[in-house]
């Protein structure tokens, strides 16, 4: 159509991306902007998936280039690098966002981002700012992102206007954050259809230090319970792998995406050094680590300290 | 002061980055910020200078530099190239603009730039937004920095929301942006303190096409009748520029800012192909230029069309 105005999030869209693209064509309409249209550039994720068939919201349309010209706004990032493939030649009108920088327009434009947790928050002040009604579709969305982005308000990226967004919606609305946005992480976190060694290997990396050479896999849950009550299947799997690949020992670690606690399998010869790396005794296999998320982060950098002999074996 | 949060505008400061910087400090302390405090990396102009006289507040501090890790926030600016020489150095942690972007940053921070004419069309919402009180001289200073940088509503920058805002201070507050603008402007271009030869070279250059040499001088007026009230003593000076340079021709233009016009006056052998290029009659040496106040997109390029032969001379 003439004139469309296309707003997407980034790449592999997350439900921040989504959502928002929804949310900001909802604003740009109620402010006269009738060829506002929301699109994706990749897939909906099943987290995603379980808000718009909540709410019985279809799927922005699939785009997977856009014509040179094309007036465009940005939601949920700003780096051309995690944007639609020929995002040079568009006409970058408006960008709403909330992450690190990386821009360059020659031309003036509307950009506003803020040091918050989801883009979400932004959008509902833009509506604020603006006297533009917010609904319960538009209000769920918003909530929907934000459980999403700092994990039902627990992660260490959630900032108090996260939180005051949340808590006026939920007032306002009568929704309850933690119970929806528990069902809604856990739909994302849904391994139901995937073997144990399909499971482990969704997120797997190699490692090898010195003449150590070791895995760490990890998998993101709502639900402890319904990954441990198949331990004993995800250890003849990662043995299975152990064996394979001749390792000196393997961490599975299930990450809580509520708790922001991760309980780790350690198997292998050498499972020792998962101790000493955490300073915490592993029973039966297994160990919880408290805080830990984050395997870049804070998983692998004590191993490797471990390793260099950093920590006494 | 440990914790300082330094605001300032661009390098050669204009009316909007020197106000933007007092104004945003007002709000950021309304807000709770105590440390933000309004600084200067350039001198202060004889227009600033008239507002700031005006409602008896001081220059804001200068500085030549920062300190590595200072917290900034950078008004009516964004790139590197026109900021604090060690910008690079610094944690920015806000923006608040109205230019063309250029601008990365490896950390989140509060980006605020909309596509209006003036940075302090930008403030004024983020009074509204915030629901911080503005006063009398808050109000002139955005009622100023507006004048400034839209020629009283005048240019072909001026947006309908730098017009809502001035509309809305001057009903609130008993304001006009005519008179008082208009004066502000007028101190700007005040030459009375130059000699008529000074005044041709205040922005005067020098250019050669083909065989013929010649100057567009041009100097910025808020009252075209103080310039052409002198105009014998310009021609003086022309005059014995064109026999010290061997001139072909010479056209001054005295840019008229609050009607968005130049009378100019023109002399030299070849004064004739400036009638040709404007297709104007040249009367006692001047002629008046209708919404013609660019020297580089709108004076030379038919100057040099006429030289060049696509215009019959």
Chains 1, 2 share one sequence.
């Not at 960008?95 to 020659?106: E, K, L, Q, R, S």
């Not at 206007?161 to 929704?175: M, N, P, Y």
């Not at 319970?225 to 064996?243: G, L, P, R, T, W």
């Amino acid at each position: 159509m003439e004139n469309e105005v296309l707003i997407f999030g980034h790449k592999s869209p997350d439900t921040d991306s989504i959502t928002s693209s929804i949310v900001m064509e909802n604003l740009e309409r109620k402010l006269g902007n009738e060829n506002a249209k929301a699109v994706r550039i990749g897939n909906v994720n099943k987290e995603t998936k379980y808000v718009l068939d909540y709410l019985g919201i279809d799927e922005p349309e699939y785009i997977e280039n856009i014509a040179d010209g094309q007036n465009v706004i940005l939601v949920d990032h700003n780096e051309i690098t995690q944007s639609v493939d020929n995002l040079q030649n568009a006409k970058i009108l408006k960008v709403i966002d909330h992450h690190t920088m990386n821009f360059v327009a020659p031309y003036q434009l509307y950009y506003r981002a803020e040091p918050v947790g989801c883009t979400q928050t932004v959008l509902y002040k833009m509506y604020k700012e603006n006297d533009v009604e917010i609904d319960e579709k538009i209000a769920t969305l918003m909530l929907s992102a934000i459980a999403s982005d700092t994990l039902v308000l627990k992660s260490p990226t959630t900032t108090a206007q996260d939180i005051k967004t949340v808590r006026e919606l939920e007032k306002r609305f009568g929704l309850d954050i933690n119970t929806y946005g528990v069902e809604m992480l856990k739909a994302g976190t849904d391994i139901s259809e995937f073997t144990p060694e399909q499971v482990i290997n969704i997120d797997s990396k190699l490692f090898e230090q010195g003449n150590k050479k070791f895995r760490i896999a990890q998998v993101n849950t709502a639900d402890l319970d319904s990954i441990f009550k198949n331990q004993v299947y995800f250890e003849e799997a990662i043995n299975e792998d152990i064996k394979k690949e001749n390792l000196d020992f393997y961490v599975f670690a299930a990450t809580d995406i509520i708790n922001s606690n991760s309980k780790i399998i350690s198997l292998g010869n050498d499972a020792p050094v998962v101790e000493k790396a955490y300073g915490i005794s592993i029973d039966n296999h297994t160990a919880m680590l408290e805080n830990v998320v984050s395997r870049k982060k804070q998983m692998l950098p004590p191993i490797l300290n471990a390793l260099n002999g950093d920590i006494n074996l």
